[in-house]
C-alpha cells in the first residue's frame, strides 16, 4: 500500500523560502497525478498544486510564480519550494496521491508538515 510522509516545514519570515518533501513508500514512478494542499486554522482544505508523471504542472491562484512542484522518481520523493511567502502561506501542508491503479483504487494522503510564516 503506498503510504506519504512529508517533511520540510518549520518556522520561516516572511519573504524566505521553504522546501517541502513528500517521500512515497513504494514505487513513485507507477503514480501518474500527485497533489499538494494545505489547510489553515480554522479553513477548509485547499488545493495548491498538481504533478503529472512527466513533470508538467499547474498551480492555484494564489501560489503561481512562487511555488515550485517536482518530482524524482528515481528518489521515490515530490518536492514543494516556496519562495517569497507570505503570512497567509501559514498552513499544514500535505501530499496526495488521487485515488488510481497504483494506490490500489484508495486516495492517499500524507500526515502534514506545519509551515508557519512570521510577519
Known amino acids: 500500500q503506498v503510504q506519504l510522509v512529508e517533511s520540510g516545514g518549520g518556522l520561516v519570515q516572511a519573504g524566505g523560502s521553504l522546501r517541502l518533501s513528500c517521500a512515497v513508500s513504494?514505487?513513485?514512478?507507477?503514480?501518474?497525478?500527485m497533489g499538494w494542499f494545505r489547510q489553515a486554522p480554522g479553513k477548509q482544505r485547499e488545493w495548491v498544486g498538481t504533478i503529472i508523471s512527466g513533470g508538467s504542472t499547474t498551480y492555484a491562484d494564489s501560489v503561481k510564480g512562487r511555488f515550485t512542484i517536482s518530482r524524482d522518481n528515481g528518489k521515490n520523493t515530490m518536492y514543494l519550494q516556496m519562495n517569497s511567502l507570505k503570512p497567509e502561506d501559514t498552513a499544514v501542508y500535505y501530499c496526495n496521491a488521487p485515488s488510481s491503479r497504483a494506490t490500489g483504487y484508495l486516495q492517499v494522503w500524507g500526515q502534514g508538515t506545519l509551515v508557519t510564516v512570521s510577519s
Open positions: 513504494g514505487s513513485m514512478s507507477s503514480i501518474f497525478v
